[in-house]
């Protein structure tokens, strides 16, 4: 017989027998196309596959800077907190917005702008927020205020409220106001920094007010 009968013989012994080991197999390498690796070596084997390590596929211990057919990204030096984006032809590093801005007072005083926003520092601003307001007693003694600096007795009836953050004019708009009737009053002067206010009783007569009496002013500073 043969060697290369001898050779057939025993490779179709093997395959019947379901054992094709090194031992048993001769003849040349399997093509690609066939299902082999066309190679008879492992780097060989990996060229004519296209999976070549540190070319076509990461290294363990590798970088990327040898691949190739991979668009590049951009260094990450320096980029700590961005996230990768694209605009669909190349890559960058993006932040993350830190959210609205404080309005202005100018701004605030608006209230048209829906791109800032209000904070406690600039929320007084607000046209429709009370610049200012008070409660107090005939005796002075105040029990309730906000940006007033003192309160004046110029006699029966007669008091001034100085507010601290003056208005931007002269005609700020001033409410007054008691629990108790019957009581009248009257401004005797609304300025940008101070509001002077008369109380009388049923008869027009100059009276001390014998509840409590409430401001509340409005307009810009």
Sequence with gaps: MSKSRANAETLRTALVAGDVTNANFTGADLEVGKGGTGASSAGAARTALGVVIG?????????GSA?????????????????????????????????LSAASQAQAEAGTDNTVAITPSNGNFLSGVAKFYITFDNNGNIHASHNITSITDNGT?????????DFSSNYPTVVIGTPVYPKRFYNNGIYAGSVRILCYDNSNNPSDNDSKTCLAGFGDQ
């Design 67 to 99: 691949l190739t057919g991979i668009d590049s990204l951009p260094s990450q030096s320096s980029q700590s907190g961005k996230f990768l984006t694209t605009n669909g032809s190349a890559a960058s590093w993006g932040t993350v917005a830190s959210g």
């Design 55 to 63: 070319t076509n596929v990461l290294a363990p211990d590798g970088n």
């Design 157 to 165: 009836g007669d008091a001034t409220v100085t507010i601290a953050t």
